[in-house]
């Protein structure tokens, strides 16, 4: 789809790395990366290259992802006999998990990473833990649903860095796993295998990938060290995700068991870095707090997953003021639109402290620019790829805003982002939607959009029936 020669794009007015510019010249290579950029240039004569009418901002990251979940989307809103919780839907995403075959994982998640792209989402780092057949046993490929992910990535076009996850257990103990997790569960060899699989894999794609210990309650301290281990003699900079400190029943067990709290014991007994990145982080102590803004970990914050849990709040304000690292993540898929995990995180301080523009001061603060600058820069980060903001060095990921539309009226560049975040009022406010310089989205319509459509509503229709 790329061409061997530099590409040009011709920007009339863009967000770089320092603030908005007019008349921008990008060049990238053939890869997608930008090697140029060359601000208030005259468009030049006999110009072969593309042109974007529209403000050009960088593309969100998505660093939280469980692909398979967006097909239970909606299907866990139904009060049970007993009073509902995380612990009762995880249940039923249990239930739901079992049919999913290999051809079924490739089309959801290609029709979901379709919509993350249309809803700005450049870039995905997949939490992927669906890995055997439905009786437990491997594929002939024990890879074989980890190349699915890689597969629907090509099928999008979406940046893809893959997160495969190691699970051992059903709970602290360790518990033995339970039915429902019996498509997840690795040894630590053959979980070592995996990520030699998945090493070959992401080259042979052209993507990047990382490892997912699930989180403290289903690996032991000796199998999160060895995946550590596998990952490093592999990759020095290849990132580290894991569930932390999601729910206070979580946090309960932990100190049950280990007598220290779940960041408290990370903290206590491995050296998270700017490698690492914790999600949730939900119930924290202010020394916890502490410990991974000091670490520069990144926080992967799924606003919308979490409300959708009861998980409970994040301590966004004491972590902002100690210049924490975050971004955001869709995670279960209950909401794939970027704008609204970053209200909402907004909004969550604003209820808490009955205030407004909580998360930004000084005079004439942008909230909006700041709520998405951070985020795509520290997904950028929790996925280790030169992603998150439009510079030489980055892929030329980026959306272009349809300053068209209802929602940008009046406003001034300055203005755009606020307005983009906060004023939902129209569906048309992306124009089009870039990854490694190709266009993948116009006026919301997706360049595959219809054979995924297809895919997918075969699949979904087929497990409907199961």
Same mark, same amino acid.
């Given at each position: &789809?790329? #061409? ?13 790395? $320092? ?10 290579? #053939? ?15 006999? +110009? @072969? =290259? ?25 299907? /866990? ?15 039923? &995403?249990?239930g739901f998990v079992e049919n999913i075959a290999p051809e079924d994982l490739n089309h959801i998640a290609s029709a979901l990473y379709m919509q993350m792209l249309k809803a700005g989402y ?15 046993? +491997? ?6 649903? *980890? ?8 099928? *999008? ?12 257990? @059903? =709970?602290?103990?360790? %518990? ?11 040894s630590q060899d053959a979980y070592g295998r995996l990520l030699e699989q998945v090493h070959l894999l992401a080259s042979e794609y052209n993507q990047s990938y990382g490892i997912a210990p699930? #989180?403290? %309650? ?42 220290? %709290? ?37 926080? *992967? ?19 902002? *003021?100690?210049?924490?690292?975050? @971004? ?23 209820? %808490? ?7 930004? $001061? /000084?005079?004439?603060? #942008?909230? /909006? ?28 990921? +980026? ?5 068209? @539309?209802?929602? +940008?009226v009046g406003k001034s560049k300055e203005q755009l982002l606020d307005a983009f975040i906060f004023n939902q009022a129209d569906t048309d406010t992306i124009a089009s939607v870039w990854v ?7 006026? =919301? ?14 699949? &979904? ?6």
């Open positions: &789809m790329t #061409s061997i020669h530099p590409q040009q794009i011709y920007a009339k007015s863009i967000l770089l790395a $320092d603030g908005w510019q007019e008349n921008v010249l990008l060049q990238h290579d #053939s890869n997608g990366v930008i090697t140029k950029i060359k601000p208030q240039t005259a468009k030049p004569a006999n +110009f @072969s =290259g593309k042109v974007i009418e529209g403000a050009v901002i960088p593309g969100m990251v998505n660093n939280h992802s469980h692909a398979f979940q967006w097909a239970m989307a909606g299907l /866990g809103e139904a009060s049970g006999e007993t009073k509902d919780s995380f612990w009762t839907w995880r249940k039923a &995403m249990y450049t870039s995905v780092g997949e939490f992927h833990y669906l890995h055997h057949d439905k009786t437990g046993s +491997f594929y002939e490929n024990p890879a074989e649903m *980890s190349m699915q992910i890689f597969e629907a990535g090509n099928n *999008s076009g979406i940046d893809v860095t893959l997160l495969p996850v190691f699970y051992r257990y @059903s =709970g602290f103990g360790p %518990r033995d796993p339970t039915d429902g997790q019996k498509r997840f569960i690795h699930h #989180s403290l %309650r289903a690996v032991a301290r000796e199998d999160l060290e060895f995946a550590v281990k596998a990952l490093r003699s592999q990759s020095t900079t290849a990132p580290v995700h894991i569930h932390i400190a999601e729910q206070t029943k979580e946090v309960d067990d932990c100190i049950a068991h280990y007598g220290e %709290r779940p960041v408290e014991w990370l903290y206590n007994h491995l050296s998270p870095d700017e490698t690492w990145c914790l999600v949730h982080a939900t119930h924290l102590t202010p020394e916890e707090v502490t410990s991974i803004a000091d670490s520069k970990a990144v926080v *992967s914050i799924c606003t919308t997953t979490e409300a959708n849990l009861g998980d409970g709040f994040f301590p966004m304000l004491d972590y902002k *003021s100690q210049q924490g690292r975050w @971004s955001v993540g869709s995670d279960s898929h209950i909401s794939v639109n970027a704008t609204e995990e970053l209200r909402w995180l907004e909004y969550q301080q604003r209820l %808490r402290e009955r205030s407004r523009t909580v998360l930004v $001061d /000084g005079a004439n603060s #942008s909230t /909006g620019n700041w709520l998405w600058t951070q985020a795509a820069q520290g997904g950028a980060q929790s996925l280790q790829q030169p992603v998150g903001q439009i510079a030489i060095g980055h892929k030329a990921n +980026f959306l272009e805003l349809n300053t068209d @539309s209802l929602v +940008f490694n310089g190709i266009k993948l989205v116009e006026q =919301g319509a997706h360049h595959a959009e219809e054979r995924i459509i297809e895919s997918f509503k075969e699949s &979904m229709t087929k497990l409907q029936r199961a």
